[in-house]
């Protein structure tokens, strides 16, 4: 046994996240748990064959998830934006979605909105996002 001594790594600093992403982060992660159950329910139903209800499930919660990733990028929360229209239009293939995904998109445009007052309040006042 050898006796050399470790080299202790220091840990990377997080990346600092605003809170307009974090906010849309969760909404955006909310959503792909709704999209499972409505891949889920138009798989049920028969709308589509099951391939297609519950692939294109897979691929939508697939793009939510990585729009998370790409929230810290203004390209990033436009792709967003993006995704709420598509979630509205499901609602043309389950009339009830247009319920549901009235109500994300308004939860959305409410985080967006609070997000960047809360941003640019921090920034006034000099505090560092965490």
Same mark, same amino acid.
């Given at each position: 046994?050898?006796?050399?001594?470790?080299?202790?790594?220091?840990?990377?600093?997080?990346?600092?996240?605003?809170?307009?992403?974090?906010?849309?982060?969760? *909404?955006? +992660? %909310?959503? &792909? &748990?709704?999209?499972? /159950?409505? &891949?889920?329910?138009? /798989?049920? %139903?028969?709308?589509?064959?099951?391939? *297609?209800?519950? +692939?294109? =499930?897979? &691929? /939508?919660?697939? *793009?939510?998830?990585?729009?998370? @990733? $790409?929230?810290?990028y203004?390209? +990033?929360?436009?792709?967003?934006?993006?995704?709420?229209?598509?979630?509205?239009?499901? =609602? @043309?293939?389950?009339? $009830?979605?247009?319920?549901?995904?009235?109500?994300?998109?308004?939860?959305?445009?409410?985080?967006?909105?609070t =997000?960047r007052?809360?941003?640019?309040?921090?920034? $006034?006042?000099g505090?560092?996002?965490?």
């Amino acid at each position: 046994m050898s006796a050399e001594p470790t080299a202790e790594r220091t840990p990377r600093p997080r990346r600092v996240r605003s809170v307009t992403e974090s906010l849309l982060t969760i *909404v955006l +992660g %909310l959503e &792909a &748990a709704l999209m499972f /159950f409505v &891949a889920l329910t138009v /798989f049920g %139903l028969d709308i589509l064959p099951p391939v *297609v209800a519950l +692939g294109g =499930g897979i &691929a /939508f919660i697939v *793009v939510l998830l990585g729009a998370t @990733f $790409a929230l810290r990028y203004s390209w +990033g929360v436009w792709l967003g934006w993006a995704l709420q229209v598509a979630l509205l239009a499901l =609602g @043309f293939l389950l009339p $009830a979605l247009f319920i549901s995904g009235a109500i994300f998109v308004a939860i959305w445009i409410y985080c967006f909105v609070t =997000g960047r007052r809360l941003d640019r309040r921090n920034a $006034a006042l000099g505090v560092a996002p965490q």
